[in-house]
């Protein structure tokens, strides 16, 4: 069973209908924690198999919208509609997290949760054996089925390890690998869950520049060789920029602009939201500035300019209630 | 995660500095008995002190300062004063050489210990050799002992493992706290006598005892199913609270549902009988053939949950026990993984109840209370969470430790060394007496804060770091 959808997903869908464009649409999602409204009527679209990337500067609701697309948060309304390759609409809104798992959409954490007493290996195991029906009594009596089961487990889970570069270290505890390892570790747990959908939350956090470039590098092969949609948070403006087909961006849970990379980089509600500039001369000011600094550094690969506007404004975004 | 620490002990240097210095290290300078040495031999003076008053002669009505004049001055204080004393010389002063030796003795792979251990690791067939060595023994074992402690494998520790290994799925296992497991057992102890027509109330029709288990099986596994659901969503405390109340509702019904338990004047049962036409056998008064069936049962059982623990469901668990939400994420469907593991710990309940009921051959609802699902908490405690043969060896060790002290000590001081032991245990060495390896990671991760979820979220932080962990 495992390797059958793991082939539907290589191939674009071929013969037979033509699988909806859209994957995944929230219309008018809203959620609140009391006073706090964290989304405010979000509409959001996804192609099937593009990369697209959610900015926004801190507290601006990215994070929210994860837990309200996998099922952690409930919210007060909208409508989440997702559009799985095999044809029919799921609505998202209210389910259970594990019932979004396996409808698809598999999630990374910001802050890296894997299951660090258990060895690497077994991490990704984990995430294949929740597409297995190996009842306990079965497993018990060790009956051939079982078995099967097992090594069929096994093997999936070295070929996801390969997939993202881990092989080698297979057998260490999930909590001794380091940093990047594990957001790469992460990723692997999420995938061998055979997503149509994978959501990235900020996978570069904490990663040095050359973790970053092969990380930049695993999404796009995520994208293209398994045929995975990537929904991406980051604040790296560079990985962004360069990685994703479209960008969203959200401030105070609010979607203020949505276009290719370069359309938002020249959007003057977005360059207002990230340099709080307080009248249009000054937004036009900083845009030119910024189109020329980009022009500037086109071809330093530690020039991140974004990403430190994003710092110098991340404080007000957090206190504003 | 940064260097920033460090500015308070640099700096302070030059002139004024040295001389602040001088008064800064003087006022660092602790007096000799602040040290956490003396500190230590102080309380083991206390604990000699304690144990010799405990230990020594028991008191009279008539003069109240008897026992402690008497234990203060006797022979038995000298004693507990030089043991304590040679422990603390042993482990303050004498530890570090050992430990070096043995350390490098490791190291080296030297030493007939380390070559021994090498062996075992790479030889599976000679683990397998030790494990029937082992199974031997215990077939043999009621033979090389006196009734007395026949009795005590038979009625304590045979039926207490049983019910520590299910207890263990669930707390062990699946991080569920459990504190009424003791419940299950009078399911099935009062299903054993039901069915086999022992109670008041007449069954539709009498069975054996042995086909009395898988009822008593779905029995208990339909009474988990009914509490768990509602209530599995709770975690930890509230967990417990609520199984410790079912308990005492499956007490409560026990002890006052006269007309149908008898209870606590209890109802004799039938005891285990085979009849198969060609061959039959009765139970009857001897413990030893209990003791082999118990065997049988718990032999059985361990390799069915052997085989759970390292399959799908077993890591499933594990999951569910270090990150409820992640594994959520991952797509385990963490309440039915939990309901399982209730199940299936309540039904190993079940069998216990049955097999006691049937050794007993009489029950009333006096050995089904609260104390006893302590105590098989205690004992999964005590051995190592998680760990077969810690739980195998901490109940054993447990049980036998108070019927040991039968002949040495007052009958009625029995407990208090088991709760010395128990709060000992649990300061110097949480894990148990033979953890499991994936707990003595969790805790260790724990202790040092290394837990994958406790690093930096680091939101928006220049990456300048090389690709070392952060920590």
Known sequence: ?321 | MTATDNTPTTGAAGPIGSKRAAEAARLRRTAWYANPRFKRLAALMGVALVGAQVTGEQGTNRDIFHAMRENMTGPGLWLWVGACLLIWVVREFLRAPVANAWSTARRAGTGPAERARTVWRRDPRLRMLALTALLVFLIVLPFLVSRHWQQVLVDQIAIYVLLAIGLNVVVGWAGMLDLGFIAFFAIGAYSAAFWTGSLPVAPPFELNNFAVIPIAVITCLVAGVLLGAPTLRLRGDYLAIVTLGFHEIVYLMAKNWVEFTGGTRGASVDRFSIDLGFFSYQWGLDPRPYYWLQLGFIVALLVLFIRLEHSRVGRAWTAIREDEVAAAATGVDTVRFKLLAFAIGASTSGVAGVVYASKLGFINSEFFIVLFSVLVLSYVIFGGMGSIPGVLLGTAILIWLPEFLRDTVPAQDRYMYLGALLVIMMIYRPQGLWPSRRRVRELHMAEEGTATRAMPAAGGRPATTGGDTPS
């Open chain 1, 1 to 321: 069973m495992t390797t059958e959808t793991k082939r539907a997903a290589d191939r674009p869908a071929e013969g037979g209908a033509e699988p909806h464009p859209t994957i995944l649409e929230t219309s008018g999602v809203t959620l609140r924690f009391g006073g706090l409204t964290s989304l405010d009527h979000v509409d959001l679209a996804m192609r099937r198999g593009e990369i697209l990337a959610i900015i926004g500067p801190n507290g601006a609701g990215k994070t929210s919208l994860f837990n309200s697309l996998t099922g952690a948060y409930l919210p007060q309304e909208g409508a989440i509609t997702y559009r799985p390759r095999a044809g029919g609409e799921e609505e998202l809104r209210g389910r259970k997290p594990f019932r979004v798992s396996r409808l698809g959409l598999a999630r990374t954490f910001q802050n890296i949760r894997l299951f660090g007493a258990l060895t690497a290996l077994e991490n990704v195991k984990i995430a294949v054996e929740t597409r297995q029906r190996t009842d306990a009594v079965s497993i018990m009596l060790g009956l051939p089925h079982a078995r099967r089961a097992e090594r069929d487990s096994d093997r999936r889970a070295h070929e996801v390890m390969r997939f993202v570069g881990l092989e080698h270290r297979i057998n260490e505890l999930a909590a001794s690998l380091s940093y990047g390892e594990q957001r790469r570790l992460e990723i692997a747990r999420a995938l061998a869950t055979e997503p149509e959908l994978l959501l990235l939350d900020e996978p570069a956090a904490g990663t040095n520049p050359t973790e970053k470039h092969d990380l930049e590098e695993l999404i796009r092969r995520i994208n293209t060789e398994l045929g995975v949609s990537v929904l991406l948070i980051e604040h790296d403006m560079r990985l962004v920029m360069s990685v994703a087909d479209r960008v969203a961006v959200l401030n105070f849970g609010r979607k203020i602009a949505e276009g290719t990379p370069g359309q938002v980089q020249r959007d003057p509600a977005v360059i207002e939201a990230y340099l709080g500039a307080s009248d249009e001369e000054e937004a036009e000011a900083v845009a030119d500035l910024v189109a020329d600094l980009d022009a500037e550094h086109a071809d330093d690969p530690e020039w991140r300019g974004g990403d430190r506007a994003a710092e110098g404004r991340s404080n007000d975004g957090e206190e504003r209630p």
